[in-house]
């Protein structure tokens, strides 16, 4: 889907970023034994925090497995045993794919959504059976999302509001029952997913220009078809920084309020440098891009 919620691997230690990857193979090994090996083709980043991050706030540690996978047979790797924890992010994974490719196939009509929606059709009824609440949530956000779209909504934060609603009922599962926890989890949520929205819609702006596409940054600021997208970039950089700056400093101190039992510098890695590091580095992109075109 997205993917931006990543570790910043270079301050890692050896060992904790092979249980950020042992979490990524256990959520793949979890969406195969749920639903099907097709469906480990929609895993991503940001749904593997989400499974780090739950489980780190357990009591019990996670179990470690050392097993192979259709990816790499012949080696066995580090992999984080079937928990609640991936089963949850694993149905919502299934979800979250199913409508992508589902809107893909409405808007664009692409025929490769299309297909690659097949393997989720059985799946995402199983998801919708097992979190009925969840999937009518997510489903409904996206649907007003569609409509803001459709009415060329041009206010970045009712858009960005629409998918933090999304990512804050995500961010809860059933089996945490504190409210304290659920609370801050909601707000950390609601934050990543603003995050994420605006982020992406800055990194698409290029394609969104060159297709037509929707994209609240191009008429919130007002983007004309004169003006020069080194020139619009310039424009709109300062404010940007700054809304994406502030959220991340929301999802620090949302975090800061949960009680961490396991993982700790993994996850103060993705957020006080992964995160950041991401940012930074769409950024950086962008500048390039603009230093190479306005040569």
Known sequence: MFGYITPYKGELKVREYEIFKAYYCGLCKSLGKEFNHFTRLGLNYDLNFLALLLSSLKDEKEKTVYESCIANPFKKKKII????????????????????????????????????????????????????????????????????????????????????????????????????????????GYNLGRWIYILDAFNDIDEDIKKHNYNPILLQYNYKSTEKVVDFYKRIKKELEFTLTFTLENIAKSFELLNVKHNRAILDNIIYMGARNKMEEIFNKREVLNHEKSI
């Open 81 to 188: 045993r079937h928990n609640d924890c991936l089963q949850y992010t694993s149905y919502i994974s299934i979800v979250l794919v199913y409508f992508k490719l589902l809107d893909d196939w409405k808007d664009e009509k692409s025929i490769k959504s299309l297909f690659a929606v097949l393997p989720y059709i059985i799946p995402v009824r199983k998801a919708k059976k097992v979190l009925s609440n969840k999937y009518n949530f997510i489903k409904k956000q996206l649907d007003k999302l569609t409509q803001l779209e459709k009415n060329n909504c041009s206010i970045i934060d009712e858009s960005a509001d629409s998918f933090g609603k999304l990512m804050e009922q995500i961010a809860v599962p059933p089996f945490i029952t504190d409210e304290n926890t659920r609370r801050v989890l909601k707000w950390l």
